[in-house]
C-alpha cells in the first residue's frame, strides 16, 4: 500500500515536471511569436515607407535581379513603359521592349559591371521612345545591389530626363559658334581717322597713306561700287549731259 503511494506520488510528480515544462515552452513560443511579430511589424513599416518614398520620386525608378528581370518600380517608370505596374513586374525589358514596340533599348537597362558599380554609381545617357511618343534623353544611374554576405542580387536604376537640358545645351553651342564666327569675320572702324582734307586718303597706323575705299575695304566688310555724281560730272565732263537736271 505504501508503495503504491509513492509510485503515485512519483508519478504526480513526473507530470507536474512535464506539465511545468510544457507550459515554459509554450511561455517561450508565445515571447517568441510575439517577437517575430514586432520584427514582422517593422518590417510591414519599412516596406511601407519604402513604396511611399518610391512612388514618391518623380523620376522613373526600377529594380531588376541577378538576371534582368524587374522586381519593382514607381509610376513614373510604368509611365514611360506605358503598361501598369503589375504587368511590368516579374518580366525583362526584352519582354517589355517587344510589346512595347522595342521603346525600351536593352543596353541602356544593361546592369552595371560588379567590379566597378562596387565603389558607386554608373551613368549613362541615351534616347527612349515613351509611352507618350515622343523620343526623349535619360540619364541612367545605376548601382548594384550588394546583399551583406557580398552576393551581388541585381541591380537598381534611377532615369533622369535631360531632354530639355540637351536642347539647351545645344542651342547654347550653336549661338557660341556662331558668335566666334562672326567675330572671326566682323570688322569694324573705330576711333579717331586722320584723312587728307584735300584727296580725302587716309593714313593707316604704318604711316601709309591710303584711298578712302581701300582703307574701309580693309578695314570692314563694306564693297565699293564706283560710279560719279551730278556735281563731278558737270566739271568733269561739262560737254556731256550725264544727268537729267529736270530728275536732279
Same mark, same amino acid.
Given at each position: 500500500?505504501?508503495?503504491? $503511494?509513492?509510485?503515485? $506520488?512519483?508519478?504526480?510528480?513526473?507530470?507536474?515536471?512535464?506539465?511545468?515544462?510544457?507550459?515554459?515552452?509554450?511561455? &517561450?513560443?508565445?515571447?517568441?511569436?510575439?517577437?517575430?511579430?514586432?520584427?514582422?511589424?517593422?518590417?510591414? %513599416? !519599412?516596406?511601407?515607407?519604402?513604396? @511611399?518614398?518610391?512612388?514618391?520620386?518623380? &523620376?522613373? @525608378? %526600377? $529594380?531588376? #535581379?541577378?538576371?534582368?528581370?524587374?522586381?519593382?518600380?514607381?509610376?513614373? $517608370?510604368?509611365?514611360?513603359?506605358?503598361?501598369?505596374?503589375? +504587368?511590368?513586374?516579374?518580366?525583362?525589358?526584352?519582354?517589355?521592349?517587344?510589346?512595347?514596340?522595342?521603346?525600351?533599348?536593352?543596353?541602356?537597362?544593361?546592369?552595371?559591371?560588379?567590379?566597378?558599380?562596387?565603389?558607386?554609381? /554608373?551613368?549613362?545617357?541615351?534616347?527612349?521612345?515613351?509611352?507618350?511618343?515622343?523620343?526623349?534623353?535619360?540619364?541612367?544611374?545605376?548601382?548594384?545591389?550588394?546583399?551583406?554576405?557580398?552576393?551581388?542580387?541585381?541591380? @537598381?536604376?534611377?532615369?533622369? #530626363?535631360? /531632354?530639355?537640358?540637351?536642347?539647351?545645351?545645344?542651342?547654347?553651342?550653336?549661338?557660341?559658334?556662331?558668335?566666334?564666327?562672326?567675330? /572671326?569675320?566682323?570688322?569694324?572702324?573705330?576711333?579717331?581717322?586722320?584723312?587728307?582734307?584735300?584727296?580725302?586718303?587716309?593714313?593707316?597706323?604704318?604711316?601709309?597713306?591710303?584711298?578712302?575705299?581701300? %582703307?574701309? !575695304?580693309?578695314?570692314?566688310?563694306?564693297?565699293? +561700287?564706283?560710279?560719279? *555724281?551730278?556735281? *563731278?560730272?558737270?566739271?568733269?565732263?561739262?560737254?556731256?549731259?550725264? %544727268?537729267?537736271?529736270?530728275?536732279?
Amino acid at each position: 500500500m505504501l508503495k503504491s $503511494f509513492f509510485e503515485l $506520488f512519483k508519478w504526480r510528480l513526473i507530470e507536474k515536471q512535464k506539465l511545468e515544462k510544457v507550459t515554459r515552452r509554450i511561455a &517561450d513560443l508565445e515571447l517568441e511569436t510575439q517577437r517575430h511579430e514586432q520584427v514582422e511589424n517593422v518590417r510591414r %513599416y !519599412h516596406l511601407h515607407l519604402l513604396d @511611399v518614398l518610391l512612388n514618391t520620386i518623380p &523620376d522613373p @525608378v %526600377y $529594380f531588376q #535581379d541577378i538576371e534582368g528581370v524587374l522586381q519593382g518600380c514607381n509610376p513614373s $517608370f510604368a509611365n514611360i513603359v506605358g503598361l501598369p505596374r503589375e +504587368s511590368i513586374l516579374g518580366r525583362s525589358i526584352s519582354d517589355l521592349s517587344t510589346e512595347c514596340q522595342h521603346r525600351l533599348p536593352e543596353k541602356l537597362f544593361q546592369q552595371p559591371v560588379a567590379s566597378s558599380s562596387r565603389s558607386g554609381v /554608373t551613368h549613362v545617357e541615351g534616347n527612349i521612345h515613351c509611352a507618350d511618343d515622343r523620343l526623349r534623353e535619360f540619364l541612367f544611374s545605376k548601382a548594384t545591389i550588394v546583399e551583406p554576405d557580398g552576393k551581388i542580387s541585381g541591380s @537598381v536604376g534611377v532615369m533622369v #530626363d535631360i /531632354t530639355e537640358r540637351k536642347k539647351a545645351e545645344a542651342e547654347k553651342e550653336r549661338l557660341i559658334k556662331e558668335l566666334q564666327e562672326a567675330l /572671326t569675320t566682323v570688322k569694324t572702324l573705330t576711333g579717331l581717322l586722320p584723312i587728307c582734307s584735300n584727296c580725302k586718303k587716309i593714313r593707316d597706323d604704318k604711316g601709309y597713306w591710303n584711298q578712302i575705299e581701300t %582703307y574701309i !575695304h580693309q578695314h570692314s566688310q563694306a564693297e565699293f +561700287s564706283h560710279g560719279i *555724281c551730278p556735281d *563731278c560730272a558737270k566739271k568733269l565732263y561739262p560737254e556731256f549731259d550725264l %544727268y537729267d537736271e529736270k530728275k536732279i
